[in-house]
Structures are given as C-alpha cells and as structure tokens.
C-alpha cells in the first residue's frame, strides 16, 4: 500500500523559508515522479513543482522559480521541498503526490492534479506578520 506523509509546515514571517518533507512508502521500484502541490482556501490546487525519478525532469511553476527548490533522496524515499523568501500569497496545504510520470515542462499537464494517483494529507503553510 502506497502511502505519502508530509511534515515540515508551519508559521513563518514573510521573507522566511520552510523546508518541506515527503516521505514515501509501499513503492516497489523508484520510478516514479513526485510533485508538491497547494491549495488556498477558496483556490484551485495548483502545481508548483515536479521531480521525475533520476531527476532528469524538474518542473516548477512560475510562483515557485527562483525561490523554491524541489529535490529527492530515493535511498530514504524521501522528495522536499525547501522554500525560501516566502510571501503571504504562499500560504496554503502543500501536498507531494506521485505517479508514474516524468514531470514535463508543461503547466497543463499538472492541472488539477488529475494525472498523480498517490497523495498525502498535507502540511499546513502560513506565511504572516
């Protein structure tokens, strides 16, 4: 059984960074991709990073580039997420999700998330004063 638990999130003052952790189970092999995605409350769940299994494929989206790094460790079958300079407008339930995908460099491709059958509960992120 597959299963994903996110920790890492809190409360932190604007300009702050978090680090996001991922940790996987129940996988047989490591091929497979993994993605952190959020959502704010009355807000479409959004993607905003992707990492394919040998990390050939790093995917973030526009909100995150330059200010959020996604990386894995699959020896621990763990993926993060490590997110410096944070703004209010990051605030929101991250989740990691998975699935046998190669992370392309298409915004479309993630939308919804529909494509990614494994997730995790979420962590929670604030970012305020």
């Known amino acids: 059984q597959v299963q994903l638990v996110e920790s890492g999130g809190g409360l932190v003052q604007p300009g702050g960074s978090l680090r996001l952790s991922c940790a996987a189970s129940?996988?047989?092999?490591?091929?497979?991709?993994v993605a952190w995605f959020r959502q704010a409350p009355g807000k479409e769940r959004e993607v905003v990073a992707c990492?394919?299994?040998?990390?050939?494929?790093?995917y973030y989206a526009d909100s995150a580039k330059g200010r959020f790094t996604v990386s894995r460790d699959n020896a621990k079958n763990m993926a993060y997420l490590q997110m410096n300079s944070l703004k209010p407008e990051d605030t929101a339930v991250y989740y990691c999700?998975?699935?046998?995908?190669?992370?392309?460099?298409?915004?479309?491709?993630?939308?919804?998330?529909?494509?990614?059958?494994?997730w995790g509960q979420g962590t929670q992120v604030t970012v305020s004063s």
């Open positions: 129940g996988f047989t092999e490591h091929y497979y991709g």
């Open positions: 999700a998975a699935d046998r995908v190669v992370c392309p460099n298409t915004e479309n491709y993630y939308y919804g998330g529909a494509l990614f059958e494994y």
């Open positions: 990492i394919s299994s040998n990390e050939a494929n790093i």
